[in-house]
Nanobody
Framework: QVQLVESGGGLVQAGGSLRLSCAASGSILNFNGMGWYRQAPGKQRELVAHINSGGSTIYADSVKGRFTVSRDNAKNMMSLQMNSLKPEDTAVYYC????????WGKGSLVTVSS
């Protein structure tokens, strides 16, 4: 059973930075792609950033230029560097990975104060 564990969330002031990490229980080379999603209170879960097995990335328009997704195959980890954070970035951030089946972490809360 694949397990994904997020870490690095917390409280930060607007304009600040946080780095989220997602640790996988096995090799991330087994995944076709990985991504970060977020869900704010009262809103649907949305894609924030995605990285495929070849390292190509896509970002939601709302985070382009501020967030960077990366993966470390040797450490079986994916990260999300978040800069210039805004209050509207406040959400629970989830790690996702798929290889025909989709796996989710339990989420990490990011709170950005104004």
């Amino acid at each position: 059973q694949v397990q994904l564990v997020e870490s690095g969330g917390g409280l930060v002031q607007a304009g600040g930075s946080l780095r989220l990490s997602c640790a996988a229980s096995g090799s991330i080379l087994n995944f076709n792609g990985m991504g970060w999603y977020r869900q704010a209170p009262g809103k649907q879960r949305e894609l924030v950033a995605h990285i495929n097995s070849g390292g190509s990335t896509i970002y939601a328009d709302s985070v382009k230029g501020r967030f960077t997704v990366s993966r470390d195959n040797a450490k079986n980890m994916m990260s999300l560097q978040m800069n210039s954070l805004k209050p509207e970035d406040t959400a629970v951030y989830y790690c996702n990975a798929y290889n025909g089946m989709s796996y989710w972490g339990k989420g990490s809360l990011v709170t950005v104060s104004s």
